[in-house]
């Protein structure tokens, strides 16, 4: 293997983990952000701030081949994605609690 494969694949391998990293913060953000049970802004903030610095990350990474690769273009608009609608979700929670604070309509 040349020095240019052995890095691609090493590049390939750190861009595959970081994407994974996106994607195991989604999950858990999305339950707290959306079940809606914790109003506290610091708990909150705190896990956004996890899964937008994980996804950037993988963004970053895959965007800087996007031009050149379709997967790393994929990985770049799929974690771009995600991260906007992360803050909107967010945004609307936790700036604008009332706008999706639905457990008074459930009694």
């Known amino acids: 293997m040349d020095m240019h494969a052995g890095k691609d694949a090493d590049d390939l391998r750190t861009a595959i983990n970081q994407g994974l990293d996106c994607a195991d913060v989604t999950a858990p953000t999305r339950r707290v952000l959306i079940h809606g049970s914790s109003h506290d802004p610091a708990l909150l ?20 081949h996007a031009q050149h690769r379709k997967h790393r273009r994929i990985c770049a608009e799929t974690t771009d994605h995600a991260a906007g609608a992360c803050r909107g979700e967010f945004n609307a929670t936790v700036l604008k609690p009332g706008l999706t604070d639905h457990r008074e309509d459930a009694g």
């Open 45 to 64: 903030t705190t896990q956004v701030e996890a899964k937008l610095f994980a996804c950037r990350r993988s963004h970053d990474l895959c965007a800087q």
